[in-house]
């Protein structure tokens, strides 16, 4: 189970801090947390992944630069910290997590979905 929270309202240039909370399975060793999210009207996107094992990290290309995502191991947690804040952020923003292969960027890699947080970024 997968619980995401910390979205809220935001003007451009601010941060926020998105949260997902796993419980409740045993992580497997290629375990990997990713974000994506969906604005108005757009399709779904690949925002951040981690690699449970490595801590390995994955970005996408709107967002380097400006976002982190990292982990709590001890509370099975990973958030994305997101700075500079663009309009354009505005979207739902859902974490997933699974056992990903090569492609932590394919959305349809990923096993479990959390319910999403929204971000509003005014200006």
């Known amino acids: 189970q997968l619980q995401a929270s910390g979205g809220g309202l935001v003007q451009a240039g601010g941060s926020l801090r998105l949260s997902c909370a796993a419980s409740?399975?045993?992580?497997?060793?290629?375990?990997?947390t990713g974000w994506f999210r969906q604005g108005p009207g757009k399709e779904r996107e690949f925002v951040a992944a981690?690699?449970?094992?490595?801590?390995?990290?994955y970005y996408g290309d709107s967002v380097k630069g400006r976002f982190t995502i990292y982990r709590d191991n001890g509370k099975n947690t990973v958030y994305l910290q997101m700075n500079s804040l663009k309009l354009e952020d505005t979207a739902v923003y859902y974490c997933a997590g699974g056992a990903v292969g090569l492609r932590p960027s394919l959305s349809r890699a990923y096993e479990y979905w959390g319910q999403g947080t929204l971000v509003t970024v005014s200006s």
């Open positions: 409740g399975r045993t992580f497997s060793s290629n375990y990997v």
């Open positions: 981690i690699r449970w094992r490595t801590d390995s990290t």
